[in-house]
Nanobody, 125 residues
């Protein structure tokens, strides 16, 4: 089993920055792809924000965050981070960290095996 715990959420003004962290414990996730999803207020679905491959060589960003967010991982520390800059009110959401043992279709939440509980990010205008 893998446990994922997110941290770093909070309230920030538009234009500000936050760094989310996801710590894993239990089974090692160094070979897992790690993704960040978010669920906006009133929305049922979680949408992909970014993911990073197990070895860190590949990354993906949703168009809405490209150029503003940066994903990284430290396999020695079993952590993955999401640096979020130039935040906008529309970035307000609960952000979830997830781990997938698969190598394809990583933008889809259905391929992720483990999920954290989420951390709230609120961006005020």
């Amino acid at each position: 089993q893998v446990q994922l715990v997110e941290s770093g959420g909070g309230l920030v003004q538009a234009g500000g920055s936050l760094t989310l962290s996801c710590a894993s414990s239990g089974r090692t996730v160094s070979s897992y792809a790690m993704g960040w999803f978010r669920q906006a207020p009133g929305k049922k679905e979680r949408t992909i924000v970014s993911f990073i491959t197990g070895d860190g060589s590949g990354t993906y960003y949703a168009d809405s965050v490209k150029g503003r967010f940066t994903i990284s991982r430290d396999n020695a520390k079993n952590t993955v981070s999401l640096q979020m800059n130039s935040l906008k009110p529309e970035d307000t959401a609960v952000y979830y960290c997830a781990a997938s043992g698969r190598k394809y279709n990583l933008a889809l939440q259905g391929v992720y095996d483990y999920w954290g509980q989420g951390t709230q990010v609120t961006v005020s205008s």
